[in-house]
Structure formats: structure tokens, C-alpha cells
């Protein structure tokens, strides 16, 4: 359920980004979505990952990977020296999600991030009715163990590009297998209804 | 110290080699060893680069030392760089001392060893020496190259004078340049080495001897850099050396001490203490920046070859930062570059022990290239 779950959110992404491009993927795990994007739009991928055996399965699949951590070593990578930077549920885990993200639109023309949205409803009522700490299936750590420092909504990720400036040039709000845009207009019920929210900005 | 070279392969390099100290060599002699087999498309050789004290001996027995090859855990059949499956290829480097032309050899226009007339050799001189040995072997293409050490700083070279000559490099353990502590230790070595008065201003070879207590002394120098501060204190610790108590004595006491001694006594056998002089200077020389305008960038631009840079995490000698700044240099100018940074205690000499997840990243790493490099082909 998991593994569809990721699958559909990479074809979300794929589908964003023109084929023969260059995209670096910050925090590429086992390189699936590289591997994706090589393969079904002969995209120049390179990876970013902290894990020595995410770093190691990259290798066995023979896509390029630099072991290193995003919040410390983005400053490697030259200005714009991809078509597109990744950033797949991972924003809200660094110290400086600013800094972070600024960084990405500095290596970047483009930059996708999704997020695990905070907006979404089970995650509010989880919060209102019981008075916890909500864990679902995007959102699977207990308060103690999440190393999500920065958890926001999909509005809260609107709002923070509008006031620095960057602009979303499409929103796409995932649930299980149903994607729908995201506007100003639909943001309300988007931001209750999403348990993913996937971001083009640039 | 006698050794018999008459069994070992040689090509003798009739094209002069004009080197970066303006002197020229010429029909030199450059001993190196094979592994495996080149296939019949000519796509399966490795060429590995040697460190300091290495040689052509990649694995298997050492023909002239008759121990195990140095780098018998990574390189053999079915092991990571695999020879059933992979043609292996090792040159000594020129100033070594095992084959190749040195400070040891007979110096044409004096009819003696050089001593210190041998001229003074850098890192680019001893990699653009290797490649006749590639034309010699009709290899127009290496699958992969890799070194660790200076093998590495070799191969950096030979990644920036001869662009795309190999489809996929690993770099593992080393350096674009020698920093102030490398030159240090290098310099420890290099005194300890002619504060011996057996060494002679470079001339024993004339007398058939050695500088065997400056030479081992340099050799200690090193272990303890490949060393980490951590793994030595988990494998000697304060333990003494098969007695209950202190023996109130400058014997080796500690276990530590017989280590290095034992590590320095066992390297005069089998090596040249000016050859040491010699590379190391080498070594320090090294700055692959200050060859091009523009730095390390530079150095590498217009690269197809698939890097893999490898460190270690607890090696102080060549660390993970002198890697990483590496790797930085490759992203800046665009080239294909992986990089893994192996989790261990092992200091410096990891590259050369049973590093599992070291070695696994090398052998995977290795066999998917081999796969592209393939289809590269058939395209």
C-alpha cells in the first residue's frame, strides 16, 4: 500500500517535468524516482541522499548519487545547474526549511516539493476529537521519533511562497490515487481533502 | 637488498618522456602485471593505480617478495573488482622499485645506480609513463581505472590528462593536493630516511646496503597515518608485548611499539629507501589546481567518465572533506559523480582491508558500469 502510495506521488512529479532535462533529487532514497525519471523520460538525473544503504542501492542501480546531507551541503552544487531540483516530503525535517528551499531555487530553474500535508482532514480531527498527536499513513511517527521539525499545511506552503516571493507555478493535491489542481480558489477544501500536496515553483 | 626482475613483464618505453622537471627519459623500463583477461571486445580492463609503497602486484603472490598481493582483498576471482570477469592491469610506477625505472637503476651516462642524479618526478610524470602501456596492451578504452592513496591522486591525474580514456573512474582515499600535514609527514619520512648516515647522500646502492633503520623509521611514520587515533587504541590499547610488566627498558614494551616495528623492519626488504624520497616528493608536488587555470574545475571539464569518489570516515591522512572537495569540483563542472563516504574505524588503511560495505559499493558499482559501457558500445 505504501510502495503504490510513493509510486503514484512519482508519477505526479514525473509528469510535471519535460523529458531530456537535468534533475537533481535532495534526499533520493533508493534512487526509484531517479531510476523513473531515467528511464521513462530519459532525464540526466543526480542524487542527493544521507543513508549509506539508500546511497549504496543508488549504486546498484547505477544512478548517480553523492552521499551528503541537504541541510549542510546543497552549497556543492553550482547556481542553476539543474532544469529541476526534487525535494519529495522532506522540507519539514530541516533545521532552516527556508534556507533549504532558497538553496533549491538557487541550484534549480524549477523546484518540486511535496509535503505531507497537515491540512488534511483525519490529520485535524485526529488533533481535535482525541487531543493527540495525529499518525496516519503519510504522517507514520509518534511525536517523539518524527524527524519532522516544520510540519505545515498545504495553505501554510501557499501563504509562505506568496509572502518570499516565490512563485507556485502549479499545485497538485494527492490523494491516495485521485489528483486534483490546487488554485487560490479551491485551496479551502484542497487543504482539508490532500493528504499530499505536490508544488512547481520557480 | 637483491631481488631477481628477470621473471616479471616489462615494456621497455622507447618514446621519450619529457618530464615536469624538464629533464627527458627515454627507453625506460616500466614493469607491470595482469589479471584476468582482455575479452575480444576489449572492454573489460581495469586499470589500477598504486600507492606509495605498492607495485604492480595487485593480488595473487608477489613474485618477488612472495607475500600476498596488496590489494588481495578487493581485486581476484570473484572477489569486487572480479578476474574472471575483469582484465586487471598494475604498472609500478616510475622512481619505484619494482621494475620500473627508479633511483635504483643504473644510471646510462655514469654506468652506476642514480642515487640522487635520478631526476625529480611528479605525479603526472609517473601517470603519463603509464600510457604506453595501454597502447602496448591495444586497451583504447578502459572499462574503469581506480587507485587508492596516491593511486588515487594518480588517477585524478590521469582523469585530467587523458580525458575520457577510461568510461568510469573511482578515486578512493585521496587528494587533488597535498595539504601542509601531508607534506609534514611526508618530510618525517624523508629526514628520518637521510638522517641514517648508512643512506649516504642516496649513494649506498654503491656499497650493496641499505639505510635500513632511517628507511624503517619512515615506514612507522606512515602506519601510524593510515591508522585512525580510535583503531589503534581498539587494537593495541596499552597491551604489552608477551611479558606480564614494564621491563624498565627501551625494548618495544608496548604492543604498539612492536607493530611499528615489525611493520618497519619487514618494509626494508622490500623497498627502496630513495625511492621513498622520491615519491613522496612526488606526492607533495601534487596540486592537480595548479596545473589549470581556473583550479580543479577546470581540470576536470568536458568529462564523460562516471566517477565514484570513495572515503572513509575516520581517515585523517586523506579526509572525507579532501574527497568531498573533489566531488564538488567534479559537480561544478558538470560531471557524472557518485560518492560514498565508508563508516569506519579503519583510518587511512581501509581501502585495503575486508571493508564489506566498501567493498560491496566497489564490486556493484563496478559491474553496472560495466553493463553501460557495454551498451554505450552497441550504440
Excluded at chain 1, 531555487?105 to 500535508?117: D, H, M
Excluded at chain 1, 506568496?162 to 486534483?180: C, L, Q
Excluded at chain 2, 589503534?232 to 606480564?244: S, V, Y
Excluded at chain 2, 579503519?346 to 582491508?353: I, Q, R, Y
Aim: hydrophobic fraction near 40%; charged fraction near 25%; proline fraction near 3%.
Amino acid at each position: 500500500m505504501k510502495n503504490l502510495k510513493m509510486k503514484k506521488e512519482f508519477k505526479v512529479i514525473a509528469d510535471l517535468l519535460k523529458n531530456d532535462t537535468r534533475v537533481l533529487d535532495v534526499g533520493c532514497g533508493d534512487g526509484s524516482l531517479m531510476d523513473l525519471l531515467n528511464r521513462d523520460k530519459n532525464i540526466e538525473v543526480r542524487g542527493l541522499e544521507l543513508d549509506q544503504d539508500n546511497v549504496q542501492q543508488c549504486i546498484n542501480k547505477g544512478l548517480p548519487v553523492i552521499q551528503g546531507d541537504a541541510e549542510t551541503e546543497l552549497h556543492q552544487f553550482p547556481n542553476q545547474s539543474f532544469d529541476y531540483v526534487i525535494l519529495s516530503q522532506t522540507l519539514q525535517a530541516f533545521y532552516e526549511p527556508e534556507r533549504v528551499l532558497k538553496e533549491l531555487l538557487r541550484i534549480g530553474e524549477s523546484v518540486v516539493i511535496s509535503i505531507p500535508n497537515f491540512g488534511y482532514w483525519k490529520v485535524r480531527t485526529k488533533l481535535l476529537f482525541f487531543g493527540e498527536m495525529p499518525v496516519t499513513k503519510t504522517l507514520p511517527n509518534t511525536w517523539y521519533n518524527t524527524p519532522n521539525l516544520h510540519m505545515c499545511t498545504i495553505k501554510d506552503l501557499f501563504n509562505f511562497c506568496d509572502e518570499k516571493n516565490m512563485n507556485i507555478k502549479k499545485a497538485i493535491g494527492v490523494n491516495e490515487d485521485k489528483t486534483s489542481l490546487i488554485k487560490r480558489s479551491n485551496l479551502e477544501i484542497k487543504n482539508l481533502f490532500s493528504k499530499l500536496g505536490i508544488f512547481l515553483i520557480g | 637488498m637483491s631481488v631477481k626482475f628477470e621473471n616479471i613483464k616489462r615494456l621497455d618505453v622507447s618514446k621519450p618522456l619529457k618530464l615536469d622537471c624538464g629533464k627527458t627519459i627515454s627507453n625506460f623500463p616500466l614493469a607491470y602485471e595482469t589479471y584476468g583477461t582482455l575479452n575480444d571486445s576489449k572492454d573489460n580492463a581495469i586499470l589500477v593505480f598504486h600507492a606509495l609503497t605498492g607495485d604492480q602486484f595487485v593480488t595473487g603472490t608477489n613474485p618477488i617478495t612472495n607475500k600476498e598481493g596488496w590489494w588481495v582483498t578487493a581485486v581476484g576471482p570473484d572477489k569486487a573488482i572480479d578476474t574472471n570477469k575483469y582484465f586487471v592491469i598494475c604498472a609500478n610506477v616510475i622512481g619505484g622499485c619494482m621494475g620500473s625505472l627508479g633511483p635504483r637503476n643504473i644510471n646510462p651516462d655514469t654506468n652506476k645506480p642514480y642515487g640522487l642524479e635520478f631526476p625529480v618526478i611528479t605525479i603526472k610524470d609517473m601517470v603519463r609513463a603509464q600510457e604506453s602501456l595501454l597502447d602496448h596492451l591495444g586497451i583504447k578504452k578502459l572499462l574503469c581505472a581506480t587507485g587508492g592513496s596516491m593511486g588515487g591522486m594518480q588517477l585524478l591525474q590521469f582523469c585530467a590528462t587523458f580525458p575520457n580514456k577510461t568510461f568510469s573512474a573511482i578515486p578512493i582515499a585521496c587528494s587533488s593536493s597535498h595539504s601542509a600535514q601531508n607534506i609534514a609527514l611526508n618530510e618525517l619520512a624523508r629526514q628520518a630516511i637521510m638522517a641514517d648516515p648508512v643512506w649516504d647522500n642516496g649513494k649506498y646502492a654503491l656499497k650493496n646496503v641499505q639505510p635500513k633503520n632511517g628507511l624503517a623509521v619512515a615506514r612507522m611514520v606512515g602506519h601510524i597515518s593510515y591508522l585512525s587515533e580510535k583503531g589503534m587504541q581498539e587494537k593495541f590499547g596499552r597491551k604489552l608485548q608477551e611479558k606480564a610488566d614494564y621491563e624498565f627498558s627501551f625494548n618495544a614494551d608496548f604492543q604498539v611499539e612492536s607493530y611499528l616495528r615489525h611493520q618497519g623492519y619487514a618494509f626494508v626488504e622490500r623497498f627502496d629507501a630513495n625511492s621513498v624520497l622520491y615519491i613522496t616528493r612526488a606526492m607533495d608536488y601534487f596540486d592537480l589546481s595548479k596545473q589549470f587555470r581556473g583550479g580543479l574545475v577546470e581540470a576536470f571539464k568536458n568529462q564523460k567518465t562516471k566517477f565514484l569518489i570513495i572515503s572513509f570516515s575516520s581517515d585523517w591522512l586523506y579526509t572525507t572533506k579532501d574527497n568531498k572537495d573533489i566531488v564538488i569540483a567534479l559537480n561544478a563542472s558538470g560531471a557524472d559523480v557518485s560518492y560514498s563516504e565508508i563508516i569506519t574505524d579503519k583510518g587511512h588503511d581501509s581501502f585495503l582491508l575486508n571493508e564489506p560495505e566498501f567493498l560491496k559499493t566497489l564490486k556493484s558499482f563496478i559491474n553496472t558500469m560495466y553493463e553501460k559501457f557495454k551498451n554505450e558500445k552497441r550504440i
